[in-house]
């Protein structure tokens, strides 16, 4: 029972480094989404994809890239890290319009 | 961005009160869902709504769709230990995105 994983776990950038999350499900689900979660700000959508082939901006997609490379996976780059970026990323997935499923998290740091 | 108003922000009770908690928004949505996360860990679906009124209950927790598509409450009766972490309310509008409210820390006190 997979559901959906996120690789990496922890990450330690420095401010400047590109990195790439990777998040696949194994649910058959067709959309896909990326949040960051700081504290006090529960969790915000950065991209989502609705379906393969599809992306589009949440509420802070600024410094960020996705790409949707099939049904399973959707990964989220960041070109240029900066400490703002320091957050907890995680990856969800749903079928179309109903309730969504979540990775275990992804904590980046960037110094 | 999408506004979800989650209050209370924290709350903390003895072991076998009920709680409450709701979420607001300025949007319709069609569908709400409640959220549970326990530290180091992803959020974990608790309860998902889907037509305006309907009230659901999962063990208990019971949950309701405002009429109004414009509000949600989250209700937990007789609160145990375990019940402690963060609940979160979300909110899926007409396009497929889900905006999530701030949360509300609950501590149960043996």
């Known amino acids: 029972n997979a559901g959906v994983t996120q690789t990496p776990k922890f990450q330690v950038l420095k401010t400047g480094q590109s990195m790439t999350l990777q998040c696949a499900q194994d649910?058959?689900?067709?959309?896909m989404y990326w949040y960051r979660q700081d504290p006090g700000m529960g969790l915000r959508l950065i991209y989502y994809?609705?379906?393969?082939?599809?992306?589009d901006k949440g509420e802070v997609p600024n410094g960020y890239n996705v790409s949707r490379l099939n049904k399973r996976e959707f990964s989220l780059r960041l070109e240029s890290a900066a400490p703002s970026q320091t957050s907890v990323y995680f990856c969800?997935?749903?079928?179309?319009?109903?309730?969504?499923?979540f990775g275990q998290g992804t904590r980046l740091t960037v110094v | 961005g999408q506004q979800l108003n989650q209050s209370p922000q924290s709350m903390f009770i003895q072991e076998g009160e009920d709680v409450s908690m709701n979420c607001t928004s300025s949007s319709i949505f069609n569908t709400w869902l409640w959220y549970k996360q326990d530290p180091g860990e992803g959020p974990v679906l608790l309860i998902a709504l889907y037509k305006a009124g309907e009230l659901t209950s999962n063990g208990r927790l019971t949950a309701q769709f405002g009429i109004t598509r414009k509000d949600s409450f989250l209700n937990i009766s007789a609160s145990i230990p375990s019940d402690v972490g963060i609940y979160f309310c979300a909110g899926r509008g007409g396009a497929n995105n889900l905006f999530f409210g701030t949360g509300t820390r609950l501590t149960v006190i043996p």
């Open positions: 969800a997935s749903s079928l179309m319009n109903t309730e969504a499923f």
């Open positions: 994809s609705a379906s393969e082939g599809t992306t």
């Open positions: 649910m058959n689900h067709n959309s």
